[in-house]
């Protein structure tokens, strides 16, 4: 089983910076990946970012591109979602998602999200 738990999210204005963490705790030695998502009332979910966690390959939203860096210290089993330069549109629950692979088959697990506000 696996666990995890965002912290990190508040209100914050417009161009300010917020550090968002997903720590994992539980059966982490079959993590393939850690997803950021986010989700604006309304809005179907996005996915923002995206780190592999054995290689730290990292792929991201054109939307949140040169503005986001997602980052992961194993030996913490913390993965970080640094967000510079807030844009309003960028208001939205934030969620991290952990893909984890073994011989049953591919699992996700879902922490319970942190809201993020970015005041204009």
């Known amino acids: 089983q696996v666990q995890l738990v965002e912290s990190g999210g508040g209100l914050v204005q417009a161009g300010g910076p917020l550090r968002l963490s997903c720590a994992a705790s539980g059966r982490t030695s079959n993590f393939y990946g850690i997803n950021w998502f986010r989700q604006a009332p309304g809005k179907t979910r996005e996915l923002v970012a995206a780190?592999?966690?054995?290689?730290?390959?990292?792929t991201y939203a054109d939307s949140v591109k040169g503005r986001f860096t997602i980052a992961r210290d194993n030996a913490k089993n913390t993965v970080y979602l640094q967000m510079n330069s807030l844009k309003p549109e960028d208001t939205a629950v934030y969620l991290c998602n952990a893909e984890s692979r073994s011989l049953r088959g591919t699992s996700f697990t879902w922490g319970q999200g942190t809201q993020v506000t970015v005041s204009s």
């Open positions: 780190i592999n966690w054995s290689g730290g390959s990292t």
